[in-house]
């Protein structure tokens, strides 16, 4: 059944979406002086933030694609600088751009695929994070967009692109001391273990998941970046739309992703810790955001939040991309007082309370 919705989603959304990013670009926030809250040991810079993954933190690059996975229209944006909709899931920013503020960075990191993005801006790091996109392969070609394999290609490009604009040694620098941020998993416990179903259960399906990360991290490595961070599975089964699709009229959360996205955890995290000790110079951490997130979504109120079976946007049951947007009448108005924007992703106060909680716990192990 989650198939079926997700099928209907892209055959719904149409390429009439498209682009209103031509009419409103986003104001680059790279430029400006950021005052961080995080303090770093003496003698440690994070000169960039370099992310990988899906949704949760695309900034914008699935804008430049044929696909049916975007958000580039209101209501999309409208916390964010300027009330813009730049191709960010979410009401205002993604983790990667609060991570970036937090370590006074930047305000926000620009999508790699933006081609009116300026020298300036691939200074401070760059996301390459396509929306929908995840570890199984199948994942992204089922929906069009930048597999993680194509991601590291766009990184070895970048790589080049700053060399040309600093020179080799300051671009090295760059690349070795930047921090990393791998963001996946999402999309396919949620939509593609459900076409792997007949070759894997549950068990094997994140067993598969886990491997394909950790080659990834190996591959990330060999092209030079040593501050890794790797974002857990999050709680899938309780996003709004599991809830409608699988928790029938009570809506409760589904119990079969979950377990995915927990067994995928336990076999990821002491992988990413083996890696760690196997790879001279590294600096790798396993970031547990399912604990997090599952406690905000049991206990709103001690977070600050009224609502978290639903999304903001329109009824916060089902809509998410072009089923969510300006001429749906039911969009809340504080989308601050809900977890989920829309009926997948969470606010940006949401990832706020989120990156506070745990950019503090895990900086230590990434510098």
Known sequence: MSR???????????????????????????EAKVEGTIKLPPNVTIPGVITFGDSIVDSGNNNHLRTALKCNFPPYGKDFPGKIATGRFSDGRVPSDI???????AETIPAYLNPKLKNEDLLKGINFASGGSGYDPLTAKLVRVVSLSDQLKYFQEYKEKIKAI???????????NSLYLVVASSNDIAHTYTARSLKYNRTSYADYLAGFSSKFVRELYGLGARRIGVFSAVPVGCVPAARTVHGRLKRKCSDKLNEVARHFNVKLSPTLEALGK????????FIDVYDTLNDMIENPKNYGFEVSNRGCCGTGLLEVLFLCNKINPFTCKNSSSYIFWDSYHPT??????????????YIKQLV
């Not at 991570?99 to 960075?105: C, D, H, M, S, T």
């Not at 600093?166 to 070795?176: D, P, Q, R, S, Y």
């Not at 196997?278 to 951490?285: G, Q, V, W």
């Open 4 to 30: 079926l919705v997700y099928i209907i989603f892209l055959l719904v959304v149409v390429e009439g979406s498209r682009n209103t990013l031509d009419q409103n670009t986003e104001t680059n926030a790279t």
């Open 99 to 105: 991570v970036a503020e937090r370590l006074g960075i």
């Open 166 to 176: 600093v020179g080799e040694e300051k671009a090295n620098f760059m690349v070795k």
């Open 278 to 285: 196997e790879l001279p110079d590294s600096k790798i951490a």
């Open 348 to 361: 940006e106060k949401a990832y706020q309370i989120i990156v506070d909680k745990l950019l503090g716990k």
